[in-house]
T-cell receptor
């Protein structure tokens, strides 16, 4: 039962570097999400997708990009890393309707 | 706008005490869903319960119980006879109903850190 898998689990970046956070799910869920969690705060939505080829911005999209070429994968791209992007990133998916979101284990990202 | 408030930042109890975590929400939607998630020290998010806006029945699951009151826009969570393993951050979240592109995004409170001491 893999569920939602995020890689890497930890990463340190230098300011200005770029990287892609990977997210894949094996539950054939249409809806996928990226959140960030800052210390002492709840999760905030970065981007979401309702299916392959369809993505849209959430509350805090600046500095990020996404793509959804397949149902399974929803990578999050940081183009020019900034210290403000230091956070824990969670990917989630859900099948739709009234079903809850299922979360990955998170990626802890530090930008120095 | 959707908003979830968890006024309790941190709660500490001794094992076997009962503890209630408060959640107050704001929404203009008539159809919505409320959730509780648990985040243990290992960091993952674990789904605990979902409640829709038309179902105000309280729910009990083992040592956990939830009290949903639309009149006060609250969805409180009680742990009975708390245990050390209950120590975690607990998040309350609100979701719009699915309608086209709205897609049921989650709005999270800031979370309550519960520490249960032996």
């Amino acid at each position: 039962n893999a569920g939602v898998t995020q890689t890497p689990k930890f990463r340190i970046l230098k300011i200005g570097q770029s990287m892609t956070l990977q997210c894949t799910q094996d539950m054939n869920h249409n809806y996928m999400y990226w959140y960030r969690q800052d210390p002492g705060m709840g999760l905030k939505l970065i981007y979401y997708s309702v299916g392959a080829g369809i993505t849209d911005k959430g509350e805090v999209p600046n500095g990020y990009n996404v793509s959804r070429s397949t149902t399974e994968d929803f990578p999050l791209r940081l183009e020019l890393a900034a210290p403000s992007q230091t956070s824990v990133y969670f990917c989630a998916s859900r099948v739709g309707g009234v079903q809850p979101q299922h979360f990955g284990d998170g990626t802890r990202l530090s930008i120095l | 706008a959707q908003k979830v408030t968890q006024a309790q930042t941190e709660i500490s109890v001794v094992e076997k005490e009962d503890v209630t975590l408060d959640c107050v929400y704001e929404t203009r939607d008539t159809t919505y869903y409320l959730f509780w998630y648990k985040q243990p020290p290992s960091g993952e998010l674990v789904f605990l319960i979902r409640r829709n806006s038309f179902d105000e029945q309280n729910e009990i699951s083992g040592r956990y119980s939830w009290n949903f009151q639309k009149s006060t826009s609250s969805f409180n969570f009680t742990i009975t006879a708390s245990q050390v393993v209950d120590s975690a951050v607990y998040f309350c979240a609100l979701s719009e109903a699915d309608r086209g592109s709205t897609l049921g995004r989650l709005y999270f409170g800031r979370g309550t850190q519960l520490t249960v001491w032996p």
